[in-house]
């Protein structure tokens, strides 16, 4: 008969051999994409500054693409804006485009949980509560 555990909210449960190896081979694969999403961390970090010099050098002697082993490699410049003055920035878009303020979805819910959900105050009607359900994973002792 299965040894019967005991959960951390003292309730009691025989785990399944089922769900055992799913649990198992669910933080197998976590490990496995930790362990991936860093490779590409080092691979980009080597990746930038190498992409960097070709770049330049390309541009250098002008050449804007080329066909290398069956490759194009070809020049692309992307242009990007960071805000230096928050205020005078909302300010201006508030007043010349308003359908361009977007707000960061995770402050968002921090600021709803604490100031809605917490002090259980009724959520305003233009918003929708979501969930999403997951498994959690942290390291524990193993029980002896």
């Known amino acids: 008969m299965p040894k019967k555990e005991k959960g951390n909210q003292g309730t009691e449960y ?9 649990i198992e081979k669910y933080q197998k694969l976590k490990n496995k994409k930790s362990s991936l999403e860093a490779q590409v961390k080092e691979l980009n970090a080597e990746i930038e500054p190498l992409e960097k010099s070709i770049y ?16 194009l490699y070809f020049l692309s410049s992307r242009i990007y804006f960071s805000v230096t003055d928050r205020n005078k920035c909302l300010k201006w878009l508030k007043t010349k485009h308003p359908e361009m303020i977007t707000y960061n979805h995770q402050s968002l819910t921090s600021f709803l949980k604490s100031e809605f959900i917490e002090k259980q105050k009724k959520i305003p009607s233009f918003f929708e509560q979501v969930s999403k359900e997951k498994v959690g994973i942290r390291a524990a002792k193993e029980k002896k």
């Not at 025989?14 to 799913?22: E, R, S």
């Not at 390309?58 to 490759?71: A, F, S, V």
């Open 56 to 71: 330049d050098r390309m541009e250098g002697i002008g050449i804007q693409n080329l066909t290398l082993k069956g490759h």
């Open 14 to 22: 025989t785990l399944n051999d089922d769900l055992k190896k799913d």
